[in-house]
Every structure is written in structure tokens, then in C-alpha cells.
């Protein structure tokens, strides 16, 4: 059974150097239509150190479009963008697909929020670092593939040998005939 | 002469490794076809009700709207989510969001009982750790309206936000 409402975000995780771009996808895969708002929140950590999105919005990182329909079935990727302006460090983001469902005197939305880390070079004080978000490892390079080297090795290998020992039966022979 | 003896038999070594290495060389020999999926994050949210009403309360008095919200989070982050309740303006203007509290019972995922600590300021109601096909959250609202609330309809606006750990 199909609900009335329902999304789904995709993907939900990004590490987002200064000057990138990122999208998100927003998917109504309900029965309704509605319309989403998007925005961007920063990630913090409260008094116990628990991470929570706050209410406030980073000025240097933007969402675009700000808002778009869709139908029952339908798609629409949002792109953020992680301008200059922010401090040294690690920033956590949530890029927000609110689905503005709510209706009445005290309404409800529904939202999800996508992680974007943000990693600003520059000096950070000792122990200030606590993000909320993992950054990825940067990728290893990519190593040699040995498999069609070995092969060619052993085939190198194999007619050098041929080639030495035919060298050397010829030239026994030919000694032997002198 | 010698030389030519030579280059023929290097020419027939080279040929029968090319040969013994022609079927591994030979395009999709066995008929395989080579099949690849890529799986990205995903979160999903099912189910909300666009919104509350407690209707009319009297000053100093509580409600409750059972089943205020209910709703569904699945996903396959390594790392789950959490489910935040956010006010986004002015929570039931003068009332205030601390008014509120929400009552995850017996049957919900993550019960308890969490209340707005501080006006304008989210409270986690849920955090699984890891990927879930459908976490069923069952959520009762209730409101404490102040002895001292003016008479008049308070209105607010929330939202409830799942983001990936």
C-alpha cells in the first residue's frame, strides 16, 4: 500500500572542499504531491556534546533551486554550493529537502537532511576540532595492476630463456663442428 | 644460416604462447555477461500528519492529541540517523515551545517522553545506529497551556527532520 506522503533523499553524505558543488535528489515516492524547500542548517554540538542541527544557516554556503513541485513519482536534484567565507576547520552542514506539507494552526513539515562536511585549510586551535561528520579519508592512488604485467613478465621471461638456450645449443654445435 | 635457425625457433616459441594465450585473450569466451550495481545513501520519511490540534484548552490545563504524528524512517546508512523535532518560528507564540512535550509510548521506536527545553531549540526524539528497513515512530503531543495565557489561538510551526548520522 502506497502512502500519501512520502520522500526519499539520495545520496546523504559529503565531503565538500570551498568552492565545490554538491546534489542532492529528492524523490516523491508517495501518492501526493507536494512542494520542497530546500535550504542549509549547520550541524552543532550541544551542552552534552551530542550533534544536532541548529537553526542557523551558514552565509556562505547556498542551496539552489529554493523550491520545487513534484508529483507522485517524481525527482528533482538540488545543488549546494560551499562558497569562500568560512573559518578555518571542519563544518558540518545539513542540506534540507523540507517537504511543506503543513497545514492548520500549528503545522508540521517533514524534512531530511543530507551531511556535508566542510574542510577549510588554515591554522585551527588545539582541541577545537570536534565535527560532527566524518570526513573520508582521501583516496589511496591507485595501484599498479600487476595481473597483464606478470603475464607479460613470463612471456618475456620464456623466449628470453628459448632465446639463450637455442644460442647456446647453436653455438655448441657450432664448435663442435669446428 | 645459424641465425636463421634461431629466429624460426623464437618465431615458433612466440607462436605457441600466442596460441595457448589466444582463448584467454578471446572476448567473453563462455557467453559470461558482467553485471554491476551501484547502491547510493538513501533516507526516507513516510507517513507525517501536516498537523496538530489540541483544539480548546483552558488556561492552566494540558492536552494530548494521541497520534499526533506518525511516522516511518528507513535507510540503508551505514551509520543510521537521528530524528530531530524542530521549532521553525516562534513556537505557539507567548505559549512557547517549552509548552510542549512529546510522548513516544510503548510501540513507538525510541519511547519516552521529550520536551522542548528551550524555545526555538530542536530536541532529538530518535537515533537508530545503523541501516533500517522502517523505524515506527508513534509520537502524542501535549500541550501545558500557562495560567497566565491570554485568550486567543496560538499558532506554530514544526518540523520533523531525519538526517543522516
Known sequence: MLD????????????????????ITVIDTGTEKFTVLSSVRTIDRDTAGLCKLSNTAPSWATVTPHSA???PGGRRTFTFHVN??????????AIIATADIGTGAVKVNASIGAQAAVDVPGHVAKG???PCTTIAAPPKPAGIDWEPVAGIGVIVALVVALFVMTYRLAHKRGAHHG | MRVGRITAIIGGAA?????????????????????????????????????????TVAAGASATQTNA????????LVNGYNVEISPNSGGLGAIGDTAITIIQPSGSFAPGTYPFIENGVPITVGTDRGPTADDHYIENWQVDVPATAAPGTYTGNYGVYAFAN
Open chain 2, 69 to 76: 504524528e506518525v511516522f516511518d524512517v528507513s535507510t540503508n
Open chain 1, 128 to 130: 577545537t576540532l570536534k
Open chain 1, 4 to 23: 500519501p506522503f512520502r520522500m526519499t533523499v539520495t545520496p546523504l553524505k559529503f565531503t565538500a572542499p570551498v568552492g565545490s558543488t554538491g546534489q
Open chain 1, 69 to 71: 513541485v513534484l508529483d
Open chain 2, 15 to 55: 607462436l605457441a604462447l600466442g596460441l595457448s594465450a589466444g582463448p584467454a585473450l578471446a572476448d567473453n569466451p563462455g557467453g559470461n555477461v558482467a553485471a554491476s550495481v551501484t547502491v547510493g545513501s538513501s533516507l526516507t520519511l513516510t507517513g507525517l500528519s501536516p498537523t496538530v490540534n489540541w483544539g
Open chain 1, 84 to 93: 569562500p567565507g568560512a573559518s578555518p576547520g571542519i563544518h558540518d552542514l
